[in-house]
């Protein structure tokens, strides 16, 4: 329900909104993305795997600290370079609003942080909950700011309230969670935290880093390469695109995680099935939508969102095969969590990093155009998705025959 609502009002949106406000929200999005993951070090990731409660509390606690410091640090950077960013995308559009990106990617990390305590409690009614009132109000605010012209500030305000609304619901539900837990945090508990999930900055914040980076680039090279124009032209293509990413994947990505953390150890075979289970689900549902837009995108562009977005149409169907597979993967790559496999994490993103700007550097040397550059980018990261996928499979294959075979 939560998703069909901001489905439902991008036809809506598409026709207040020009390309070039779709431009600098693309672009505002993507560096609150790439900033939100940094302010916890990804300590917040740890949040379900403890066996006690108290251990969790401890580390909610050290992911609140962090935030406040790192967010202290980056807002100075911002303040400092935030121009220099911003002209470099040519997004100078988005100057007097640099706080607003700061704010947002707060936002993000505190529901980041509260939606994994609720899913160690398993409430994934909740959850739910917080995203239906996310879509409802992020509509409700672009749409009314959109009316009175105040563009684009309208997008950004109303993209903020869709990536941290809810967070009062959390705290409403489990604030009898934290009270009863709140004796038991204790600095030592925290150090100790700190040092035994040590990977997790070691390893996963670099990687998610990488990760939300390489998720991202595509839009700031786009900015940096064509315009705010034909970022918002693409913006909306991948927008249209994650649909059933975010309908679909996320949501199961979050159960899995959520099932498969609270299985006892020397359940690998029991993994492998979950894992197996979950990807061809995935992709039955994937492969039709698939289909459907590689073969009718521009025309179902231009009928939904109008003639102004038929380029977007063009660009979802060159990458609507690389989308199927970022579906399917989506779900799988909780598994290296707990398997600890964090350097494998972290060569993952590196990879992906590189070749994005191995991409970007050929279109910038070479003047490609952009339509090159989205074929260049789907082909990339469809053969990424596709390796991603058989190396999972590969690592719960032999932790599974590895447990069998101890068994035997």
């Not at 894992?275 to 009718?296: E, I, M, N």
Request: charged share 10%; aromatic share 12%.
């Amino acid at each position: 329900m939560a998703r069909l609502i901001g489905i439902a009002a991008i036809p809506l949106l598409t026709r207040i909104y020009s390309p070039s406000d779709y431009g600098a929200l693309s672009v505002y999005s993507a560096l609150v993305a790439v900033i939100a993951p940094m302010l916890t070090l990804r300590y917040v990731l740890a949040v379900p795997l403890p066996r006690s409660d108290g251990m969790a509390a401890n580390l909610m606690m050290l992911s609140g600290l962090l935030l406040i410091g790192v967010t202290v640090i980056i807002s100075l950077l911002a303040w400092l370079f935030g121009d220099i960013v911003l002209g470099w995308m040519s997004m100078q559009i988005l100057a007097p609003w640099w706080w607003l990106v700061i704010l947002g990617a707060v936002g993000l990390a505190m529901y980041e942080a509260l939606s994994l305590w609720a899913t160690r409690r398993r409430a994934y009614r909740v959850i739910s909950q917080t995203k239906v009132l996310q879509s409802a109000l992020s509509v409700l605010v672009k749409v009314c700011l959109g009316l009175a012209a105040i563009k684009p500030f309208g997008l950004l305000l109303g993209h903020l309230v869709e990536q941290s609304g809810g967070i009062s619901s959390f705290w409403l539900r489990f604030r009898h969670d934290f009270r009863a837990n709140a004796h038991r945090i204790r600095r030592s508990s925290m150090r100790l935290l700190a040092r035994y999930y040590r990977g997790f900055p070691t390893f996963r914040m670099p990687s998610q880093f990488l990760l939300v980076f390489s998720t991202q680039a595509p839009i700031m090279f786009a900015a940096a390469l064509f315009g705010a124009s034909a970022t918002g032209q693409l913006g909306l293509a991948l927008m249209a695109l994650a649909i059933p990413s975010n309908l679909i994947g996320q949501s199961v990505g979050q159960a899995f995680y959520g099932e498969i953390a609270r299985l006892p150890k020397g359940s690998e075979v029991r993994i492998k099935a979950l894992a197996y289970s979950v990807q061809k689900k995935l992709f039955l549902v994937g492969l039709p939508l698939t289909l459907v837009l590689v073969l009718l995108g521009e025309p179902l562009f231009h009928v939904a969102f109008g003639a102004r977005w038929t380029d977007a149409g063009r660009y979802a169907s060159i990458l609507a095969p690389f989308i199927l597979l970022q579906l399917t993967s989506a779900p799988l790559v909780q598994i290296l969590n707990i398997y600890n496999a964090q350097g494998a994490f972290l060569i993952i993103n590196a990879i992906r990093a590189a070749g994005l700007l191995a991409i970007y550097q050929g279109c910038l040397i070479f003047s490609l155009p952009q339509r090159q550059f989205i074929y260049l980018l789907s082909g990339f990261l469809f053969g990424f998705y596709l390796l991603i996928t058989l190396y999972i499979l590969h690592v719960v294959n032999k932790a599974a025959a590895r447990h069998m075979e101890a068994k035997k």
